[in-house]
């Protein structure tokens, strides 16, 4: 069974500030990682993905996130916080990198301070 | 339309009655999924429909939920006998269909979600 761990359901960064938003994962085979952000009132978003062709992953607005096999870990970074990326973010994982149901971690709520 | 629709986007119900939560799905798109976010839960995968195989209903809490969908699009998440626990958001997604083996992922693009509250 895969699942994953998001570390700290609340995190506050300075505008201008590193983001670091952490998740680790458990899975019995490789495993395919994703990173959603939902704004408030709307769906989520995909950010990146993990498809093992790469383990530092690039994805929209600024966001990152490195795969490293021996921590288990997807961590999340953005070099410089902006005002817009406060919102909660939710690391998930599958089995398979096509169709396949998403177990999603607990998310993490990111605010931003002025 | 650009993206999954859902309907109602607000829901409140009482204890005890049925309620019919509807998705559609992005056109063309084979493949759909309900989740579920609730503070207790977070964010919990409940059904899948891929095509015309059998869904896979693995993440359905109780038999008093069930899904269908009809003509390969649009989807009814149907919950009876409504509870409190089960007040949440109810969230559809669809993705396309992978061609083959090794293909690239197939993205799940989400709806705003159904917010239903059972008093």
């Known amino acids: 069974a895969q699942s994953v761990t998001q570390l700290g359901s609340h995190v506050s960064v300075s505008e201008g500030a590193l983001v670091l938003l952490r998740c680790n994962y458990s899975s019995s085979v490789p495993p395919y990682l994703f990173w959603y952000v939902q704004y408030p009132n709307q769906g989520l978003q995909l950010l990146l993905k993990?498809?093992?062709?790469?383990?530092l992953v690039k994805g929209i607005n600024g966001f990152e996130a490195e795969f490293k096999k021996s921590e288990t870990s997807f961590h999340l970074t953005k070099p410089s916080a902006h005002m817009s990326d406060a919102a909660e973010y939710f690391c998930?994982?599958?089995?398979?990198?096509?169709?396949?149901?998403?177990?999603f971690g607990t998310g993490t709520r990111l605010t931003i301070i002025p | 339309g650009a993206g999954v629709s859902q309907s109602p986007s607000n829901k409140v119900t009482e204890k005890g009655k049925d309620v019919e939560l509807r998705c559609d799905p992005i056109?063309?798109?084979?493949?759909l999924y309900w989740y579920r976010q609730s503070l207790g839960q977070g964010l919990e995968f409940l059904i899948y429909f891929q095509g015309n195989s059998a869904p896979d209903k693995s993440g359905l809490p109780s038999d008093r939920f069930s899904a269908e969908r009809t003509g390969g699009s649009v989807s009814t998440l149907t919950i009876q006998r409504t509870q409190q626990e089960d007040s949440a958001v109810y969230l559809c997604?669809?993705?396309?269909?992978?061609?083959?083996?090794?293909?690239?992922?197939?993205?799940?693009?989400f709806g705003p979600g159904t917010r239903l509250t059972v008093l």
């Open positions: 998930a994982v599958s089995r398979n990198f096509g169709n396949e149901k998403l177990t």
């Open positions: 056109s063309g798109h084979t493949a």
């Open positions: 997604a669809s993705s396309t269909w992978p061609r083959g083996r090794g293909s690239s992922y197939n993205e799940q693009f």
């Open positions: 993990y498809t093992s062709a790469a383990t």
